[in-house]
RNA sequence: UCCUCAGUAGCUCAGUUGGUUAGAGCACCUGACUGUUAAUCAGGGGGUCGUCAGUUCGAGUCUGACCUGGGGAGCCA
C-alpha cells in the first residue's frame, strides 16, 4: 500500500467527503457482527479513533482474524458520512494491508482500562494506550510551547553541558561519569583514585543544573535559557522525583527578584493556557479518567494572579493555624510539605510565591538582602504538586559572593570562572528553574511523575 | 533511606473463623446476531495464590525473612 495515509486527526477533520482515503495504525478494538466489522483505529495523531467498516463477505477470513488489538494495518477505503451514532465519519474499507499482528493470547494491553503501575512494566507499549498518547503529546506540546514562549520573548535557548567537572551547586548527589576500570582503579599514593588518569583528567559527573553555565550566557546575551536533561543520584522514591529530569533554567541579565516572579508567573500561565488552546481533547480525556477537577483548576491558574509573600510572613499565617503540624514552624527552618500544602490548598487556595527566605537554607549565589538575615529567593508553590519553580536573583557582587563561598568552604578553585563574571561587567541578574515533569503532572492531572515522562529514571529502575 | 499498605488467571478484582475440587468480569476459543460504540447473548479452555522458611492433622488465609509495587515522609525540581 504507498505512502500516502493521512493522519486519523485530519481524517475526522476533514469535510472532503466521499473520497478514496489510506489510513495506517494500530488498532485498538474490532467489533464483530456476521456480515459487518468495525474496526477502532489509532495512529497518535489524536485521541480518538477513526471507525473502519468492514463487509466480511468481501476480505479474506484469516485476514480479518488477524485485525486484533494492537496488529498494525493500513486501510484504503471511502471517507464517508457515518452512519451510525458517535462519529460524524467512517472509512468504508475496500482493502486491508496487514502489517504486523499482536497474538491476542500474549499481547498485553485490552481495550479495557490498565492501571498506570501496569503500564509502567510495559512501557514499550504503553504510548499506544489512550492515557500515554495524551501525555505523550501533551509533553510535546508543552516542549513547543516552552522554546516558542522564550523566542518569542527574545531569550536564546543555550546548550549547557551534560557533563561537569564541578560539584559546586550541591544540588543533591551526583552521578559519576568515568572511563576508568572499575575494577581496578589506577590509585593515588595517599590513597583513592587517581582521577588524573581518567578521561577528562578530572573528576566529572552528569549535571545538577545549568544554572551557574547559563548565568555566562545571560551576562552577554541578556536573556538566555537552558531545557535539558538533569540528574540526581539522590535515592528518592517518591511520586515528585526521577533521577533523570528535564529542567527549564532562564537567566536574565538586568532582573531583579521582581521581574523574575513576573516572569514565572507569565511564563507558567503562558503553558498553561497553550495546553487548554492546543491540547483540548486530551485534557478532556485526562479529566473525565483521573481528575475531574483538572480543567477546572488549569483555568483558575490562567485567569488569577499568583500570591506573593515573604517566607516571614508564611511562617507567621503557619504560627497562627488552627493546625497541628509534624515539623514544627519557626522562623529559620525550611517550609515542609505539609506547610506548603496549607498554604497553597487552604490558605490562599492559588499559587503561591514565597520570597526572602532565610540565607542559611539558601544556596551560596543567592543575592542577600540589606538585612542580613535573608536572600531574594523565590519558590513557586502550586497546588497538588507543591514546588514547581525553585529560583532568586543572584549575588553579583564579587566580594559578597567570594566571603559567601568561603563562609560556606565551597571549593572556590573549581569556580573560578563563575566568580570572573562579577570582576568583569557584573550586572544584577536572575533566574530560576522549573522541573518539567513536576509542570506536567499539573498540566495533566496525573499524581506520578513517573507517568508524565515516557522513561522514567529511579533508584532500581532504569528498564527500556 | 524511614513509616505504612498490598501481591490470587494475560488484565481488574472477590475469596467468611485456617477445612472438600480457589471464583467473577474483561481478554482468548466455539456458536448466535443485518450498523456496532469497552457491542450483546450462550458455551468452553485457562491458576506453582510474589519467593523461601515455619506453625498446624490441614495454609490463598496465621508467623518470619526477602523480592516487587502503591501511598506518606525526608532530600529536591
Not at 402 to 413: A, D, S, V
Request: aromatic share 12%.
Amino acid at each position: 500500500m504507498e505512502r500516502t495515509n493521512e493522519a486519523v486527526k485530519d481524517l475526522l477533520q476533514s469535510e472532503a467527503l466521499n473520497r478514496e482515503v489510506i489510513v495506517k495504525g494500530w488498532v485498538r478494538t474490532r467489533r464483530g457482527k456476521k456480515s459487518v466489522n468495525f474496526i477502532a483505529l489509532n495512529d497518535g495523531s489524536t485521541i480518538h479513533n477513526i471507525q473502519i467498516v468492514v463487509e466480511v463477505d468481501q476480505f479474506d477470513e484469516d485476514l480479518l482474524k488477524s485485525v486484533t488489538t494492537g496488529a498494525a494495518i493500513g486501510v484504503r477505503g471511502t471517507l464517508v458520512a457515518s452512519q451510525g451514532k458517535g462519529q460524524h465519519v467512517e472509512i468504508q474499507a475496500s482493502e486491508i494491508t496487514l502489517y504486523g499482528e499482536a497474538n491476542p493470547n500474549e499481547y498485553p494491553l485490552q481495550k479495557k482500562g490498565h492501571s498506570l503501575e501496569f503500564l509502567r512494566e510495559i512501557a514499550h507499549l504503553r504510548f499506544r494506550t489512550n492515557t500515554f498518547g495524551a501525555v505523550t503529546r501533551l509533553r510535546h506540546a508543552m516542549s513547543f510551547a516552552i522554546h516558542k514562549y522564550f523566542n518569542d520573548h527574545r531569550f536564546y535557548y543555550l546548550h549547557t553541558p551534560i557533563i561537569t567537572g564541578s560539584d559546586a551547586e550541591g544540588a543533591g548527589e551526583m552521578f559519576r561519569v568515568t572511563t576508568l576500570n572499575m575494577e581496578n582503579p589506577p590509585g593515588r599514593q595517599n590513597g583513592g583514585i587517581d582521577f588524573s588518569q581518567d578521561f577528562f583528567g578530572k573528576e566529572t559527573n552528569l549535571t545538577v543544573s545549568g544554572q551557574l553555565e547559563a548565568e555566562l550566557g545571560a551576562m552577554a546575551l541578556s536573556k538566555v535559557y537552558t531545557f535539558g536533561p538533569t540528574f540526581r543520584a539522590e535515592n528518592s522514591n517518591t511520586p515528585r522525583h526521577l533521577a533523570e529530569f528535564w529542567m527549564v533554567e532562564p537567566e536574565m541579565a538586568f532582573y531583579d527578584n521582581d521581574d523574575n516572579m513576573d516572569l514565572a508567573e507569565d511564563f507558567t500561565q503562558y503553558l498553561v493556557g497553550y495546553a487548554l488552546e492546543n491540547c483540548y481533547d486530551d485534557l478532556e480525556f485526562l479529566n473525565n479518567m483521573y481528575d475531574n477537577q483538572l480543567l477546572d483548576r488549569l483555568r483558575f491558574v490562567v485567569d488569577n494572579t499568583y500570591e506573593r509573600i515573604t517566607y516571614t510572613r508564611a511562617v507567621e499565617i503557619l504560627e497562627g493555624a488552627d493546625q497541628k503540624w509534624e515539623f514544627p514552624v519557626e522562623w529559620g527552618v525550611d517550609l515542609q510539605a505539609e506547610h506548603e500544602k496549607y498554604l497553597v490548598e487552604q490558605y490562599f487556595k492559588k499559587p503561591v510565591i514565597v520570597v526572602d527566605y532565610p540565607r542559611e537554607i539558601k544556596a551560596f549565589y543567592m543575592k542577600q538582602n540589606e538585612d542580613g538575615q535573608t536572600v531574594r529567593a523565590m519558590d513557586v508553590l502550586f497546588p497538588k504538586i507543591g514546588e514547581v519553580i525553585g529560583g532568586s536573583q543572584r549575588e553579583e557582587v564579587y566580594s559578597k559572593l567570594n566571603q559567601r563561598i568561603e563562609e560556606l568552604g565551597i571549593p572556590k578553585e573549581q569556580l573560578w570562572w563563575y566568580l570572573e563574571t562579577r570582576k568583569y561587567g557584573t550586572a544584577p541578574h536572575s533566574g530560576f528553574g522549573l522541573g518539567f515533569e513536576r509542570l506536567m503532572l499539573f498540566i495533566s492531572g496525573l499524581s506520578n511523575i513517573r507517568d508524565v515522562i515516557p522513561f522514567p529514571r529511579t533508584p532500581n529502575n532504569a528498564e527500556f
